[in-house]
């Protein structure tokens, strides 16, 4: 009796998506778990509103790592391609929720650390969690969407105007939000999380938007470095 080979002309993902999809995926995830923490940095200057003194979301900067991953797989693989990560990463947040949760209502051990500082850790209060589901479905979709259109504007050359103004417009989508629905507009429309000061929400909507764009602007030659990297060792690029 014969052992039938598998062939090896099937068909097999690109390297360079699967390594894109993880990349986005583990900064999404991470963005989930530290979206409790809020940072705080000093600035050598005062600036309008903020004074010199920064706060934002732990969550920004690996947020801010998933517009590098959807903006090269959209260079790559395409507008459609990429709408499919973004929508199916948002799907995946609801899993990471169920999960988060479901642990955190199941029974402790003795030798467990204390369930109610892992509740406070892990366990993302109902505000943050709607604004950064309503947050990250139109921002990530914008920021495809306009990636696109300008590609198809300049014939595809310019790839870094491309990142930069997808990335820095749909970030200010993303921020303002954010922001706005979890420290403005709920607590105050339906009493969900704390309320806060008028400055003090423009002051974190601008503190984790100057993040934001920084990254935009600095990781541009990284998209370059990216993709011409896949490019290179893919057979057949989109």
């Known amino acids: 009796m014969s052992v039938r080979s598998v062939t090896q002309d099937q068909p097999t993902l690109p390297a360079g998506a699967v390594a894109l999809a993880a990349l986005f995926v583990a900064s999404l995830v991470t963005a989930q778990l530290t979206a409790s923490k809020v940072l705080q940095f000093e600035l050598p200057f005062a600036l309008p509103v903020t004074g010199a003194e920064l706060a934002l979301p732990g969550a920004a900067l690996a947020y801010a790592l998933t517009f590098l991953a959807s903006d090269c797989y959209t260079e790559l693989?395409?507008?459609?391609?990429?709408?499919?990560?973004?929508n199916v990463g948002f799907l995946m947040n609801f899993l990471v929720l169920a999960l988060v949760w479901s642990t955190i209502l199941a029974p402790a051990a003795p030798s467990s650390i204390d369930p109610a500082a892992f509740e406070t850790v892990l366990g993302a209060s109902t505000n943050i969690v709607a604004a950064s589901l309503l947050a990250y479905v139109v921002s990530q979709n914008y920021d495809v969407v306009v990636f696109h259109w300008i590609k198809e504007q300049t014939s595809g050359e310019r790839l870094w105007l491309r990142n930069i103004v997808s990335t820095g417009t749909s970030q200010a989508i993303d921020t303002v939000i954010f922001v706005g629905v979890a420290f403005w507009l709920l607590p105050r429309a339906i009493g969900l999380g704390p309320v806060l000061p008028g400055d003090v929400v423009v002051a974190l909507m601008i503190g984790q938007y100057l993040l934001k764009l920084g990254i935009a602007v600095l990781d541009t030659p990284l998209v370059y470095l990216v993709v011409g990297a896949v490019r290179r060792?893919?057979?057949?690029?989109?």
């Open 77 to 86: 693989y395409g507008k459609r391609a990429a709408q499919v990560l973004v």
């Open 233 to 238: 060792y893919e057979v057949s690029p989109a």
